[in-house]
């Protein structure tokens, strides 16, 4: 399975079942630190399942408000940090004056469960710039309903583990673009978004995120810097997710499953007007 090796990890379990035990192997979701470093200092530490780190660093980059075009990017490097771990960190080279890392430096630990842990206060967390995206972008309610399954067929750590959340881009007519697996949500949209921007295609304007799990503040606040107009989740969002989409129009849907979903904020570019 050389496209699973990083992603997953084998282990030796024991199992019960219906008062029998037996000893099997099982797969885990892989999980290990990430450092990300910026003109040689370091910026930030990520856990994160192994695969498409750079674009990872690139996607942390831009979704979090430190550049805004793929020219600030000069260079990309994935090495070994100093535990020898490798592959465990990314030097990022940027355009000269972008930013200065060590005011930079919001004390950004994103642990695999929250991606905003460690933020000094609650003005960090919203990025600056966020944009009103694509007015005009909209789907029909049946594309919607055809995205979960096509999203679960090409997550394959998960098929073996169970514990990876997926992100992916999909098109108007609901064709699969890309997609990315991370046992951290905020980690699997950022390496779509970092994807996209080495791939020179953002913004995604007229593109849906479909994310595998709820669809919290970070996911919205994310999508939105990538300029995606329609996010959509197959569990519920959160409070603070649904005002800041309807603070900024963009598209909100949740439980998405079979032939349900819920709008939550711009109904207009997935449902018909009344």
């Not at 996607?59 to 940090?81: K, P, S």
């Not at 300029?227 to 997710?241: E, W």
Request: net charge neutral; charged share 25%.
């Amino acid at each position: 399975m050389p496209a699973l090796r990083n992603s997953v990890e084998l282990t030796q379990v024991s199992e019960w079942e219906d008062g029998k035990r037996r000893n099997v192997e099982d797969y885990l979701a892989a999980e290990e630190p990430l450092e990300i470093r910026v003109g040689g200092r370091p910026l930030t530490v990520t856990m994160r399942t192994p695969g498409h780190d750079c674009e990872l660093a690139a996607g942390f980059l831009r979704t979090e408000g430190l550049i805004d075009a793929r020219e600030q990017v000069l260079a990309l490097r994935q090495d070994d940090g100093e535990s020898g771990a490798r592959g465990n960190r990314v030097e990022v080279e940027l355009e000269g004056g972008i930013f200065d890392p060590e005011p930079m430096q919001r004390n950004f630990f994103s642990a695999s469960s929250c991606g905003i842990c460690g933020k000094a206060s609650i003005e960090a967390i919203r990025v600056r710039g966020l944009r009103a995206p694509n007015p005009e972008f909209k789907i029909d309610p049946d594309v919607l309903c055809g995205l979960p399954g096509r999203l679960r067929e090409e997550q394959e750590a998960f098929g073996r583990t169970g514990g990876l959340h997926a992100a992916a881009i999909f098109d108007v007519a609901g064709k699969l673009i890309q997609v990315r697996e991370d046992i951290g949500r905020h980690n699997a949209v950022d390496k779509i978004v970092g994807w996209a921007l080495l791939a020179g295609l953002l913004p995604l304007s007229s593109h849906v995120l479909m994310v595998s799990g709820r669809g919290g503040f970070e996911i919205v606040q994310k999508a939105l810097a990538a300029g995606v107009p329609l996010v959509a989740s197959v569990s519920a969002p959160s409070s603070l997710a649904v005002k800041l989409a309807r603070e900024l129009n963009l598209t909100l849907v949740g439980f998405l499953r079979g032939r349900r979903f819920v709008v939550y904020a711009g109904p207009e570019r997935c449902l018909p007007a009344r």
